[in-house]
């Protein structure tokens, strides 16, 4: 098998990059290392692939998951420059409480 998406310049590989969302780059990652190499080195990350509805379904123990994986990514990013970043953050309450869950504490 041929791999042309790896022979493009890399300018125009984090172009195409760039409209990947959070999940469809967590898949772009896992196909090589090469790969892994230029999903870190996108100047353009988008964490904002997640919808109200499925933001509002997300348990609180998910929610951190995501919360670990994005801090995961950006560390192994290392001195690699970003120029753009988006996060999609909904909130959600603990209806049983009637107030916000710790998961959406300004403190977190």
Do not use: Q, Y
């Amino acid at each position: 098998m041929i791999d042309r998406f790896s022979n493009l310049p890399e300018g125009v590989i984090h172009h195409i990059l760039s409209d990947f969302v959070v999940k469809d780059l967590a898949r772009f990652c896992c196909v090589s290392k090469r790969w892994r190499e230029l999903c870190l080195s996108s100047p353009s990350v988008n964490f904002c692939g997640f919808n109200t509805d499925e933001m509002a379904d997300m348990a609180c123990e998910l929610r951190l998951k995501l919360v670990n994986t994005l801090d995961r990514f950006l560390l192994s990013r290392g001195d690699n420059e970003m120029k753009s970043f988006c996060l999609f953050w909904d909130g959600h309450s603990d209806e049983e409480l009637d107030e916000p869950c710790f998961c959406v504490n300004e403190n977190f």
